[in-house]
């Protein structure tokens, strides 16, 4: 194709040559055409229009398509319920991680007291024996006593913050039997 000629100045044993490179055809080889871009197969554009045809569906694309349509309406739910509790868990999560971190550098004395306060939990299930109410007041109700022991300015902030709640649910209470008791008297 092509012949190169090589030129060099100085001698061969020098690191540094200066080289001039000449190309020339060679006078023998014969004269080629050069190949056009569509000529290559690569470029070759198929004969004919293309036609989309849709193939039948198979019964069992049918039956998954039935089952599709049969449980869009609980998945949805599913997802509708995933957004709606996703948040809740999130900061359940980051509530139990940062009590872990609390329980990992608790203040002095924190342990001692959190014993004492179970304790007086496990003695308030003791004496509530035979009854179901006994069991639900009395080892909240020691367990929060010995806890106002220990945090007494706590104690008062939930006691007056229940105390409004309590009454606010006893004002409902009331209002919702008043108005019954009035629809019953009408009638």
């Known amino acids: 194709m092509f012949k190169v000629i090589q030129r060099s100045v100085g001698p ?27 000529e290559l197969s690569l470029y070759s554009v198929p004969e004919g229009q293309s036609k989309y045809v849709e193939e039948p569906r198979t019964p069992l694309e049918e039956s998954i398509s039935h089952l599709r349509r049969y449980c869009e309406p609980y998945t949805s739910w599913c ?3 995933y957004s709606q509790t ?12 940062g009590s872990y971190e609390y329980l990992q550098n608790a203040p002095p004395g924190f342990f001692p007291r959190l014993g004492v306060i179970g304790f007086a939990g496990i003695v308030g ?3 509530a024996r035979g009854s179901k109410i006994k069991k639900l007041v009395y080892p909240p109700g020691f367990m929060g006593l010995a806890a106002s022991l220990y ?18 649910w006893g004002l409902r209470g009331y209002i919702v039997v008043e108005d019954l008791w009035k629809n019953f008297q009408k009638l």
């Open 86 to 97: 996703k948040p809740r868990m999130q900061s359940l999560v980051q509530w139990g991680l």
């Open 125 to 127: 299930l003791l004496l």
């Open 79 to 81: 997802q509708e319920m």
């Open 151 to 168: 945090y007494p300015q706590q104690a008062i902030v939930f006691v007056q913050v229940s105390g409004e709640k309590l009454y606010d």
């Open 12 to 38: 061969a044993s020098l690191s540094l040559l200066t080289f001039r490179v000449y190309a020339s055809p060679k006078k023998d080889s014969p004269h080629k055409t050069s190949v056009k871009v569509n």
